[in-house]
């Protein structure tokens, strides 16, 4: 059973590591439409899930907290930089 389970996880490695190596891994880049304190606006991400992690142009990191049909809302964590309207979250 154990060496089913660590099979199973070295194909998943594998894939992974496939996917990285022709560019399948492939994240899509959103933009930042409205900043309210602790709370982003962001349209493009069509394909993100709630509480999935968003980097937001490197200066901050949130997670999805809703979805709308245009638009998602990222709760943010933490902030290194202040975020403006047009930076880049993926």
Known sequence: MQDDKITSLDKEVERKMEDISTGKNVFGI????????????????????????????????GYVVNILENSVYV??????????????PY
Do not use: P
């Not at 409205?34 to 709630?50: A, C, H, P, Y």
């Not at 709760?75 to 880049?88: P, R």
């Open 30 to 61: 959103g933009k930042v439409v409205t900043v309210k304190e602790f709370i982003l606006v962001i349209i493009g991400l069509e394909n993100v899930m709630f509480y999935e992690k968003i980097n937001i142009a490197d200066k901050a990191i």
């Open 75 to 88: 709760a943010l964590l933490k902030k290194e930089e202040d975020i403006f309207i047009g930076d880049l």
